[in-house]
């Protein structure tokens, strides 16, 4: 009889079948899509970046996540050069307030360039939703600035950061972010996901109310997310990073900016977008690399296929991540049509593997089931998922440890946390080159691996198996190092910068 591994191992096999399929869809899409520009992520960071774009001056209320002085969201979490994207933003009290735009990158070393600069604009107080069923919070707060993305606005993440202007010199300023992605669809080597599901996910905006903070379970399908309201703070600044520099910026500055800021720095031709990009795979086919970084739990089921088809299209696939591809996340429109704007967790992946039937039995029912993770990542969610520990080299041997020194059983300290990947798939070919131990709550045991397994066109799937692994790249401006269960990670070590660069330079030779 056929085992649950064997079925998805002939999957695997089966679906090379269509690669051709994908690969002309793919030619495609490159014939329709604008010119590269493989020098364009050096001539923006070779312009002069800013010295000051951190937040300064930031404050949360009472309830620990919300700054009510100033705050905001905006209409898109990722537009097209040309497009618009609507921001609304609250001020209580109200507040005159500039608005100061910000692409996020290297600089040299400055970590941002200042793109715009927009007021005094008038800051009025805005109402807070009531929750709504499924305790949803929407805002339909009227737009304050509608902005144009100029043409020669390059791909990346973007920040806004809004000041309040004083009525009395006695009185103080208060600060906060917007932040929004934008996107091209030019042919790339990389293609750089950001993680924006999860960070709303996490989002507790206004008082404590995230997938997480449900009555009924923090587990389940019972809470819905809007991206129609703006980020707190990191939802968990007492155990993983009481970052400032979270409060309207979602989580890209403390988990995925050292992956972004060093590739920068390395002048990568890499692009921008967000999870919502991904629901069809002609943006991805463009590029040679497909980056997931940092904590990438929920992904709609779309774009789990989307990347299946680029995998099998000769996409290399790189998950610098961890926790990544474990919660079905079915998108739907917001009350006034805009596509991709609520989430819930509709169900876990994992196809038949035990994880995934308990977390079904302990939090459902569930509307969604999704495929096992691992015959996609080559490693999966393990339960428990979370806790901290070192990354151990395992295969010294292989391509990806060429030139690091590296010896079996040596550790790159503090490098796995807070989640993880384990479990390897049953892939040919897969080998595992990373594993040891991750210790949750600081003592109890749990087995991670990193793995690598080949595509069917010469290509490669990649999985670190850790959130953690960028801050082993680079240490952007105002950068606080996670921590995680008693374990944390070393910053910048030239081991794993050495091992990103053998994984890139073999995509991208491709």
């Known amino acids: 009889m056929s085992t649950p591994n064997t079925l998805n191992r002939r999957h695997f096999i089966a679906k090379t079948g269509a690669a051709a399929i994908a690969a002309r869809a793919g030619a495609h899409a490159v014939a329709a899509a604008p010119a590269a520009s493989p020098d364009l992520i050096k001539t923006e960071n070779a312009k002069e970046g800013a010295r000051d774009w951190q937040l300064t001056r930031v404050r949360v209320d009472g309830k620990n996540f919300r700054s009510t002085w100033i705050e905001g969201y905006c209409s898109r979490q990722s537009v097209l050069a040309g497009e618009t994207v609507d921001i609304m933003i609250s001020a209580n009290p109200a507040r005159k307030f500039r608005l100061e735009i910000f692409r996020l990158g290297y600089y040299g070393g400055k970590g941002a360039r200042k793109m715009q600069e927009l007021g005094p604009l008038e800051g009025r107080t805005q109402a807070t939703p009531a929750a709504g069923e499924k305790n949803l919070h929407e805002c339909k707060w009227s737009p304050t600035v509608t902005l144009p993305i100029p043409a020669d606005w390059p791909s990346g993440v973007y920040i806004g950061r809004m000041t309040t202007i004083p009525e009395a010199a006695e009185e103080a300023y208060w600060q906060s972010y917007v932040t929004f992605i934008v996107r091209d669809e030019r042919p790339v080597d990389i293609l750089f996901q950001c993680s924006d599901n999860t960070w709303q996910a996490y989002n507790r905006w206004p008082s404590d109310f995230s997938l997480y903070t449900h009555p009924q379970g923090g587990q389940g399908p019972w809470a819905d997310v809007s991206f129609d309201r703006p980020y707190g703070r990191e939802a968990q600044y007492t155990g993983i990073v009481n970052d400032p ?259 890139l330079q073999r995509a991208l030779a491709g």
């Not at 779309?302 to 995998?311: A, F, G, H, L, P």
């Open 245 to 503: 520099l979270t409060v309207g910026s979602g989580e890209f500055l403390p988990f995925e900016f050292p992956m972004a800021y060093w590739l920068e720095q390395h002048g990568y031709d890499v692009s921008y977008c967000s999870n919502s990009d991904m629901l069809t795979p002609e943006r991805g086919l463009r590029a040679k690399a497909f980056l997931s970084v940092g904590h990438d739990e929920y992904w709609d089921i779309r774009q789990y296929r989307s990347v299946e088809t680029m995998r099998d299209a000769g996409v290399n696939l790189l998950f610098f991540s961890g926790n990544s591809v474990c919660w079905v996340t079915p998108f739907r429109a917001s009350s006034d049509g805009r596509p991709n704007r609520i989430i819930f967790r509709g169900g876990p992946y994992g196809g038949e593997r035990d994880h995934a039937k308990i977390r079904s039995e302990a939090n459902g029912p569930f509307p969604e089931h999704g495929p096992d993770e691992g015959f996609l990542m080559g490693a999966r969610n393990v339960r428990p998922v979370n806790g901290g520990g070192d990354w151990i080299c395992e295969k010294p041997e292989h391509w990806i440890f060429e030139g690091t020194g590296m010896k079996k059983g040596e550790i790159i300290p503090g490098l796995i946390g807070w989640e993880y990947h384990g479990d390897p798939a049953d892939i040919p070919g897969l080998e595992v080159v990373g594993a040891g131990t991750a210790w949750v709550g600081g003592t109890t045991p749990q087995r991670w691996t990193a793995t690598i397994y080949p595509g069917p066109k010469n290509n490669f799937v990649f999985n670190a198996a850790t959130i953690f692994w960028c801050q082993g790249l680079s240490t952007p401006p105002g950068h606080i190092l996670p921590w995680s269960h008693w374990s944390r990670p070393h910053g910048p070590d030239e081991r794993v910068q050495r091992i990103t660069r053998n994984l």
